[in-house]
């Protein structure tokens, strides 16, 4: 890619020149200069700039993939007048005070699509502080007004007198100054990179040529591999074990119970994993789950037969039944599913008893992280260091308040006191048993019409398990989340919540409480549609009066789509629109039927509103990757119970979508001067909806039950 | 000790005979681009090149590696690889990258058969790829972009 080849050329014409003075930096700032290499000067926590010119973008948030890194360091270029291809990013340190998520009050993490939405104006200003301390500094050394200095791709350029200088040449002098307060930023309309089409990623190199770092890749002196067996069952306990056999396989070097399970500790995973194999376990089950997935779904129904938490209540809800034209019911069934990234959980943490501990992760949450292990490892917190490094998807699975793998992984090494350092690796088959899964939930939904056809009722009962314990009379937000801003205009809505407390653990999973409530919402809304005999999309455009933006992803979506043109026979088209973390999706996805009744997905185009966007191609990739996630999910994932015990076992019992599965999906972005929103959850969840909505106008089958195969939908 | 011989250098690897190929590329030779994502063939993350065809690594015991040669995606070379790795940095495939170089991998192989597939059959050839991320769009394009280049 012409983008690299100039990049490396031109840093190595600039070795070649020869820097000779070089100061480096710590991250409080100070400098200390050094000769013979080069200079690195920190101007604010985001931004380092090299004196061959290379500019360090420090990344505060993650990157599972959603494409952070190329948004925030796009950012900082923007406002730094920077060379794109001379930006570099690097992942911060575990620092809450300077790299915390401003919305999520003091705690450094990444989550809820908000990773650009926090950062736009922190970083711009970052950027800009920066290209301000260069531009005065310029203009000292050159003695000229700052205000007569231009700054483009990397240079500084004073017109009259002719002077110019790269970055690199004046981060010496304009390391000295003290940052403004307070430096303007650039006006939308003069942005050069936010908004344009042209950037490649930051990170597509190293994913394509194996150079990328994952933790799992992650390698340091002597270390050990770890796995562990825990109990098959959520809230058992290892009563018995026996690891005679496990010792003596060969290269497994120890055995540790720790509050988790059994540790396995060998010189390679697959010694490990041949050691636990070989472990001779019982389990005390008598304090945990033991049911099956039915009588789990009992309780829920039988907690439903009352009224819950009110989440929304407008209207008369009980009187718009009462003098209903036309009612229905609805129940709508929706598994718990595993986020199962496609790199297992995994982390290498080096301890050293009593004084400090360093780890290697795909970090969702440093503080988390650090948090627990400090706790777990009696040390104080800043005596943990936490390594971020790429993560292999997360989809939400990264971040639990035990800190999950991370927190084990510094049991594993407390329970050899530091002796090894850990590499602790989960399998498919621990991801996929390993709990934190979107939780089951079971909603109903009651519908009426007046004489009018004018729908006047959305009765809403949404029933869970809450992430974290919340008592049963208070509502769990994020079960309800899109139902308590329902924007369709209806008289009369009334919604409620209640939360099962159960032993099986469960997680935010991309979208969140979204994944479930967009499909009742929109296949809801399709029904009534039915009912008053209407088209879907005009339909849902009157109910949207008072919401523009709704209004105007759905109408670019159906015209985009050929909406109201006549299928053929065997072709249906589904409609939904959504709005999650601020941002607007509408999709219109087409199916066909074959001649044995299986369904295809052939195309699905989406529009999404989500604010001023900062790479096009990014949020193009995150739609793409949303839609693919969501497909595959409600098309046949599930994770169901037998006893207690999960039924999936590795990838073939919760197969991934396949290559041969993905539709053609199309993009379109609304232009918007709106502050940016997130993109990272918000282009799945009216995928589900807007293809089930299309299968029943192939089969005449409204799919209440998912995944849909165990409605009886075959995919062909 | 077992003999095997990858990226054109033989190595001696001290472990059961039992060991799957991809622990042995990734624990003891710290070639690190080829990935465990399943360890039963269900999602191809773990592909190397054995012979130039695209194998599953986790599926090769060590003690039957010993006649083979096999490129990890750190050494994939030629025409074929390098159009295709330029073809996935065109079209910015990447998402977590984590089974980048499985597919990649595979899609050599793909292309080194068929140099101008359709997408059915990259359908068919690439369907053992599980992409979490699901890039499967932009993996579709990125091949006939590589088989484009091969072709001009
Ligand atoms: S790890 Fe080999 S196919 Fe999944
Ligand atoms: S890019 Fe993340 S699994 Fe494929």
Redesign the interface.
């Known amino acids: 890619m012409t983008s690299t080849t100039s990049r490396r050329g031109f840093l190595k014409g600039s070795a070649a020149a020869g820097a000779t003075l070089v100061i480096g930096f710590n991250l409080a700032g100070q400098l200390t200069v050094q000769a013979g290499e080069t200079v690195v000067k920190s101007f604010n926590p985001f931004i380092k700039i090299r004196s061959d010119n290379t500019i360090i973008a420090v990344i505060k948030h993650f990157e599972m993939g959603q494409g952070t890194t190329t948004g925030l360091t796009t950012i900082l270029a923007e406002e730094l007048d920077a060379d794109w291809d001379s930006m570099v990013p690097e992942f911060a340190p575990a620092d809450r005070k300077r790299y915390a998520n401003l919305f999520w009050g003091g705690a450094q993490g990444t989550g809820g699509s908000s990773a650009i939405a926090n950062s736009f104006m922190q970083y711009r200003q970052a950027g800009a502080v920066a290209r301000d301390m260069l531009v005065r500094a310029a203009a000292a050394t050159w003695q000229v007004p700052a205000a007569d200095i231009t700054t483009l791709k990397g240079v500084l350029s004073h017109a009259g007198s002719g002077k110019s200088a790269t970055y690199g040449q004046m981060v010496g002098a304009a390391a000295k100054l003290t940052p403004a307060e307070d430096v303007p930023l650039k006006k939308p309309e003069d942005f050069t990179l936010i908004g344009k089409d042209y950037l490649p990623r930051k990170d597509s190199n190293a994913k394509t040529d194996g150079s990328a770092i994952f933790a799992m890749d992650v390698k340091i002196p002597n270390m050990v591999y770890v796995v562990v067996a825990r109990p098959p069952r959520f809230g058992g306990k290892v009563k018995s074990f026996d690891d005679s056999k496990a010792r003596a396989v060969r290269g497994v070097v120890d055995v540790q119970k720790i509050p988790r399970g059994i540790a396995v500790y060998a010189k390679n995973t697959w010694a490990a994993l041949k050691g636990r194999d070989a472990l001779i376990l019982t389990w005390d089950f008598s304090e945990a789950e033991n049911r099956s997935t039915d009588e789990m779904l009992t309780q829920y129904r039988d907690a439903m037969k009352k009224t819950g938490n009110i989440a929304l209540d407008k209207g008369d809800a009980a009187a718009a039944s009462d003098s209903a034209e036309q009612k229905t019911s609805l129940e709508f069934v929706f598994p718990f599913l595993a986020h199962a990234p496609m790199e297992p959980q995994n982390c290498v943490i080096r301890y050293v008893e009593g004084k400090s501990a360093e780890l290697w992760d795909g970090c969702q949450s440093p503080s988390m992280t650090q948090d627990v292990v400090a706790k777990i490892l009696d040390l104080k917190i800043d005596d943990v260091k936490v390594n971020t490094v790429y993560a292999g998807g997360s989809f939400g699975r990264r971040v639990t308040g035990d800190a999950d793998y991370g927190g084990e992984a510094a049991m594993a090494a407390k329970a050899i006191k530091g002796k090894y350092a850990v590499k602790l690796v989960w399998t498919r088959e621990d991801d996929l048993k390993g709990g934190f899964y979107r939780p089951m939930h079971v909603e109903k939904l009651d519908l009426a019409l007046n004489q009018d056809k004018v729908p006047t009722l959305w009765r809403h009962s949404v029933t869970g398990i809450p992430f974290f314990p919340i008592p049963a009379d208070k509502l769990d937000g994020s079960a309800v989340e899109g139902l308590q801003n329902l924007p369709y205009d209806i008289a009369n809505i009334k919604v409620d919540q209640h939360n099962i407390d159960s032993k099986v653990t469960t997680l935010w999973w991309r979208s969140v409480g979204h994944s479930h409530t967009a499909y009742s919402k929109e296949v809801g809304i399709d029904v009534m549609a039915e009912m008053a005999g209407a088209d879907p999309l005009d339909f849902r455009l009157k109910l949207l009066k008072d919401h523009p933006r709704e209004a105007a992803v759905l109408k670019l979506a159906a015209e985009k789509a050929g909406w109201g043109d006549k299928m053929a026979p065997g072709k249906g088209r589904g409609i939904a629109v959504h709005e999650s973390f601020n941002s607007f999706v509408a999709q219109v996805v087409d199916v066909s039927k074959d001649k044995d009744g299986a369904i295809k997905v052939d195309r699905v185009v989406c529009v999404i509103d989500c604010g001023i966007v900062i790479n096009p191609d990014v949020v193009r990739a995150q739609m793409e990757g949303g839609i693919g996630y969501g497909l595959g999910a409600v098309m046949r994932n599930k994770i169901s119970f037998d006893n207690g015990e999960v039924e999936q076992n590795n990838f073939p019992d919760y197969l991934p979508l396949r290559m041969s599965d993905m539709p053609v999906v199309e993009v379109h972005i609304i232009p918007s001067g709106e502050k940016p929103t997130g993109v990272g959850e918000p282009g799945l969840p009216p995928l589900a909806p807007a293809l089930s909505n299309a299968i029943f106008q192939v089969t005449g089958k409204r799919i209440t039950a998912l995944p849909m195969t165990d409605s009886g939908i075959d995919f062909a | 000790m077992y003999q095997v011989t990858i990226n054109g250098k033989q190595h001696q690897v001290d ?2 005979g ?3 190929l991809l ?1 042995v590329i ?3 030779l ?11 063939s ?2 191809g ?1 773990c592909t190397v090149l054995v012979d130039g065809v695209p194998e599953r690594s986790c599926q090769i015991p060590i003690e039957d590696a010993r006649d083979m040669s096999i490129t ?3 050494a994939v070379s030629g025409k074929v690889a390098q159009a295709v ?2 073809a ?3 079209k ?10 499985g597919q ?1 991998v595979q899609a050599i192989g793909l292309l080194k058969e068929n140099s101008a597939p359709t997408d059915s059959e ?3 050839y ?2 053992g ?12 394009a990125a091949i006939h972009v590589a088989a484009q280049k091969l072709e001009g």
């Not at chain 2, 710290?30 to 039963?40: A, M, R, S, V």
């Not at chain 2, 910015?92 to 170089?101: A, E, I």
């Not at chain 2, 790829?129 to 579709?140: L, S």
């Open positions: 472990v059961d039992d060991t799957p622990w990734r624990d003891e710290d070639l690190t681009g080829t990935k465990f994502g399943c360890g039963i269900a999602c993350a990890t995606i750190e790795q330029d996935w940095r065109e910015d495939v990447v998402q977590c990258g984590y089974c980048q170089s990649i990259i359908d068919a690439m369907s790829n599980a992409c979490r991320c699901a890039t499967y769009h932009r993996i579709r």
